[in-house]
């Protein structure tokens, strides 16, 4: 069959600030111009920052499903469904890509019932541990089980992502499986460094001699961040040239307040700390490469990771890394490299981490270096939209389908 052009409808679930609108962006925009990219996703839930402006400063305009969010709603699920079955009937795609979970149920059902020859789906995460109990997990397992058998293809976001779908999990056959790492644009976290961290420190009153230390990310209870709250008050006490940031917003930050309150860990929200006040709650920071560069330290104690952008980010940035040992985290970071890890309960060893790199300022410089040389090399988005042109034409020959010259 010959094409004038490649019709790709690319579905993610919501425009909430994150590692897929990024990915999604970049192949909207950098794709070869034989591909014609729709983009369609939800609305983003109210303790989310929005994520349109990066679409927005690349010139593209999404189409919203506004009943599309994150909550599950038979009734909204449904007529999301709905328009973009609708919207598959209209525009005719040769390919639907589907991102994230919500997407890829819906997009590749509306998908299945019409006819697209090319199915794709990117796992950016995974919601098979850590989120549900035992029975709504085994329901999760079984509905992509069957989406997978009639995808055209499953794309996973890292080797370790890959062996836990293919063989841990068994959603789909190893051979099924695509390996596609995400891309971005990190030319940002090496552009003038020191004014953007005299930016960041100055807001928050940061000395010159003072470590700053942050997580980054949706306050949920699968990002775990009572691990990083239980780490203030002894490595404070150990080195109180230490700070640190919540950056960030979301269903569980009044929970995590009133953590802070019953465990006697002094904050601020939205305020400068001062030495009474070693953690600060910052909400939202649009600006994160000032973030990048106003951190000595990133964190990350996440039960379960995709391919944590923050920390990607943090590397490009040339900041060292203290997470927990979990998903894809391990392909992402060179583990005692760039990065300290530890278990999702090794409370003891994420605190010795944190001091150990707080007090030793040579250790910080050297991982900083070693992880910005690792990222810069694997986390292009020019690496992404070449891989994922490649798979695309690869799939398109199966099929038949070829451009019209």
Not at 8 to 24: A, E, H, Q, S, Y
Not at 131 to 144: M, N, P, Q, R, V
Not at 174 to 181: C, D, G, L, Q
Not at 305 to 332: F, M, W, Y
């Amino acid at each position: 069959m010959s094409v004038e052009k490649i019709r790709v409808l690319r579905i993610i679930n919501r425009f909430n600030l994150g590692g897929p609108t990024f990915n999604v962006a970049y192949l909207t925009k950098y794709m070869d111009d034989k591909f014609e990219t729709l983009l369609l996703g939800g609305t983003k839930d109210e303790t989310e920052a929005s994520s349109e402006f990066i679409l927005y400063d690349l010139g593209i305009k999404p189409k919203v499903i506004s009943e599309m969010k994150r909550a599950i709603s038979l009734s909204s699920d449904y007529k999301s469904y709905k328009e973009i079955a609708k919207v598959i009937q209209e525009f005719k795609p040769h390919i639907v890509h589907t991102h994230a979970a919500k997407s890829g149920i819906l997009g590749r059902l509306a998908a299945i019932n019409n006819d697209v020859p090319i199915i794709l789906h990117t796992f950016h995460g995974h919601v098979f541990h850590s989120y549900f109990g035992e029975a709504k997990t085994l329901i999760y397992k079984s509905i992509e089980r069957y989406l997978a058998k009639r995808s055209t293809r499953i794309i996973a976001i890292s080797q370790i992502q890959s062996d836990e779908l293919s063989l841990i999990h068994k959603i789909a056959d190893y051979s099924k499986v695509e390996i596609v790492h995400l891309g971005f644009d990190l030319s940002r976290f090496q552009e003038n460094q020191s004014e953007k961290r005299n930016i960041f420190r100055d807001k928050y009153g940061l000395k010159d001699g003072e470590i700053a230390i942050g997580i980054i990310g949706r306050l949920v209870p699968i990002k775990n961040h009572k691990m990083f709250l239980d780490a203030v008050n002894p490595v404070f006490e150990q080195n109180p040239n230490t700070r640190f940031f919540v950056i960030g917003d979301g269903e569980s930050k009044d929970e995590l307040l009133g953590y802070c309150q019953k465990s006697n860990i002094p904050y601020k929200w939205l305020e400068a700390p001062d030495m009474d006040s070693p953690l600060c709650f910052t909400s939202w920071i649009k600006e994160i490469d000032q973030v990048m560069a106003g951190l000595d330290i990133v964190t990350l104690t996440s039960l379960n990771e995709g391919t944590p952008v923050s920390l990607i980010e943090a590397q490009s940035a040339g900041k060292p890394v203290v997470s927990t040992r979990v998903g894809g985290i391990e392909d992402i970071v060179v583990e005692d490299g760039s990065a300290l890890l530890c278990g999702i309960t090794d409370q003891i060893i994420f605190n010795s981490n944190l001091l150990q790199l707080s007090k030793d300022q040579l250790k910080r410089s050297t991982m900083g270096k070693i992880g910005q040389v690792h990222v810069l090399e694997q986390f292009s988005y020019r690496r992404l939209v070449n891989d994922m042109e490649s798979l695309y034409q690869k799939l398109l020959e199966e099929k038949n389908i070829e451009i019209d010259t």
